[in-house]
């Protein structure tokens, strides 16, 4: 399957949502939609970036945006990270990373002097026809989720 591109619309996929059923491209379709891909549940940085996005959501919503955060981790995870920090979005879990390749968030990390490969902080803004229009790639947390909200009421 090709990756994403700007300009293009998302490929079809299913994954596990902590909505219960599993989501698709499609479900999106007719609004906006904000896709964030973040490490792990409850580490620092995550949890400032749910939270900035929290605190905006209503502002996305009232701009006919929805937000979905992605990361590697279990339902179950994703279930205590959401009801811990009242996340008002809903949160999909890939496990088997197939996904984040589909996105090309897996990178070469170091940490501690050690390389792994990881999830690099990333967002992407799809448009109401499900075309990706931005991307922010090495997103640092801080303005961030202001600077999408912008980008977003300007679609």
């Given at each position: 399957?090709?990756?994403?591109?700007?300009?293009?619309?998302?490929?079809?996929?299913?994954?596990?949502?902590?909505?219960?059923?599993?989501?698709?491209?499609?479900?999106?379709?007719?609004?906006?939609?904000?896709?964030?891909?973040?490490?792990?549940?409850?580490?620092?940085?995550?949890?400032?970036?749910?939270?900035?996005?929290?605190?905006?959501?209503?502002?996305?919503?009232?701009?006919?945006?929805?937000?979905l955060g992605v990361s590697p981790d279990s339902l179950e995870s994703h279930e205590k990270f959401r009801t811990k920090l009242k996340l008002p979005f809903?949160?999909?879990?890939?496990?088997?990373?197939?996904?984040?390749?589909?996105?090309?968030?897996?990178?070469?990390?170091?940490?501690?002097?050690?390389?792994?490969?990881?999830?690099?902080?990333?967002?992407?803004?799809?448009?109401?026809?499900?075309?990706?229009r931005q991307e922010w790639r090495k997103v640092k947390v801080a303005g961030h989720a202001q600077?999408?909200?912008?980008?977003?009421?300007?679609?």
């Open positions: 399957m090709a990756k994403v591109a700007v300009g293009k619309k998302l490929p079809d996929f299913s994954i596990a949502s902590t909505a219960g059923k599993p989501w698709r491209p499609g479900d999106g379709a007719g609004r906006k939609l904000v896709i964030y891909f973040y490490p792990r549940d409850n580490t620092t940085g995550c949890t400032m970036e749910a939270q900035d996005l929290r605190d905006l959501s209503a502002d996305f919503r009232k701009g006919g945006t929805a937000i809903d949160l999909l879990s890939d496990p088997d990373k197939k996904v984040c390749a589909l996105f090309d968030v897996i990178r070469e990390k170091s940490m501690y002097g050690r390389k792994f490969m990881g999830i690099e902080r990333s967002t992407f803004l799809i448009d109401a026809d499900g075309v990706l600077a999408v909200l912008d980008a977003a009421r300007k679609l």
